[in-house]
């Protein structure tokens, strides 16, 4: 047995610290599971990390967000039809199509044979099951709608990993166009320019001034590329290593808040994902501050999780969570009506949904005028900047032809 030390929220969403000994990290969870605590971060008594440390976080999990999402899914089904959950866990099994899938979900079986819950068994593969999913299958065990809270689960999933995927796929586009941007500018300075360079400077031709600048630059890419490479290196190295410091994070995402487009932007995206997590959680019977607890892990934004946690100890205090976050300049207005209307009316899981929906809907129909509006400005800055490097060589070769003529 080996002493860990862990902190977690207890049944009263009271925050708890301790050591408990256990064979490994899992060992912990399922402790704390059994006492109807949710585990926020276990670790090694003596600090160390590495196997035997265990946390709710942004970390590269054994098997991918594609993997879950089919999972879940495909268990909801078996279960929704009257299978039991060693028969349906055999058959997922069975079908997994890589060998972490096989090992994890066959573990999962052999744990539920020998009389673990379903919950207990993912918290033995913490890698794999977050403690967010571990926390929903505990609260459909709980409920005895174990079927629904993985349906439930799954529309979650998918819904996060469609939004994110409409992000990414938003900004591929303009990505490729600022890259051939830049590779083609590189190349018309550093190859082209410097070509007719030596020859004007051979001919000894009397150059116009903003050619004298285009072709001074195209040899000063030449000459000094490795220079330039070099201290883009060095900035990069100095970025990340200011990034790593712990205070550098609040600094930067306050900054990025305050930006008139950018901040707003990434405040919804942060919202809609917190909201729609916080709504999953308590619809599927989560008490309120342990789901408040869990739905902070998804927020990237340190200003807005540091809102969130005073916005949790608010509303220990008897405050309402609306009120609570009524004080954060930088969280959406529209879900705060909707969130206030929610607690009013005795739906707030519902009404969280709806404001994460409303919110995603519009985070997508401002990227789109934005990509709309961005794609041309590039295309234009792209024909000017090539404009002005090619009639900055031909207008000296045109006066030469001129005079030769």
């Not at 708890?16 to 060992?27: C, H, I, P, Q, Y």
């Not at 265990?54 to 089919?70: A, K, N, P, V």
């Not at 005895?144 to 586009?173: C, D, K, M, V």
């Amino acid at each position: 047995m080996v002493a860990y030390r862990f902190s977690a929220v207890d049944e009263k969403g009271q925050p708890r610290e301790g050591v408990l000994d256990a064979a490994d990290s899992a060992g912990v969870v399922a402790q704390l599971h059994a006492r109807q605590w949710t585990p926020l971060d276990v670790r090694l008594a003596g600090g160390r990390s590495g196997t035997g440390r265990w946390r709710w976080g942004r970390r590269r999990h054994l098997i991918g967000s594609d993997q879950l999402l089919g999972f879940t899914d495909q268990l909801a089904t078996l279960l929704a039809a009257g299978q039991p959950i060693d028969r349906a866990l055999s058959i997922l099994q069975e079908s997994a199509n890589s060998e972490a899938m096989t090992a994890v979900v066959a573990s999962v079986r052999d744990d539920v044979r020998g009389g673990a819950s379903l919950s207990n068994a993912m918290a033995r593969h913490d890698d794999a099951f977050p403690p967010l999913v571990q926390s929903l299958v505990k609260a459909g065990e709980a409920g005895g709608t174990l079927p629904q809270a993985l349906h439930r689960l799954n529309e979650y999933l998918a819904r996060s990993a469609g939004f994110r995927r409409g992000l990414i796929n938003a900004a591929i586009y303009p990505a490729i166009l600022m890259a051939t941007v830049l590779l083609s500018m590189g190349f018309l300075l550093g190859y082209v320019v410097p070509q007719f360079a030596e020859m004007y400077a051979n001919l000894q031709a009397e150059l116009p001034w903003f050619s004298k600048m285009v072709l001074g630059l195209g040899m000063a890419v030449r000459e000094w590329w490795w220079l330039l490479l070099a201290l883009l290196f060095l900035a990069l190295i100095v970025a990340n290593a200011w990034l790593k410091r712990p205070e550098s994070k609040p600094v930067l995402d306050a900054w990025l808040l305050r930006q008139k487009f950018l901040g707003p932007l990434l405040a919804r995206i942060d919202a809609e994902r917190w909201l729609r997590t916080l709504a999953t959680l308590l619809e599927s019977g989560v008490p309120m501050m342990n789901a408040l607890q869990l739905a902070q892990g998804v927020l990237g934004n340190a200003v807005l999780a540091r809102a969130a946690t005073q916005a949790g100890e608010a509303v220990r205090s008897g405050a309402r969570l609306s009120d609570a976050l009524a004080t954060e300049p930088h969280f959406p207005r529209l879900a705060l009506q909707m969130m206030r209307v929610g607690e009013e009316a005795g739906a707030l899981d519902s009404l969280l949904l709806k404001a994460a929906d409303t919110l995603e809907q519009d985070i997508r129909r401002v990227l789109d005028r934005a990509m709309a509006a961005l794609v041309p400005v590039v295309t234009v800055v792209m024909f000017v900047l090539i404009g002005v490097v090619v009639m900055s060589i031909l207008v000296p070769l045109y006066d030469l032809t001129s005079v030769i003529g």
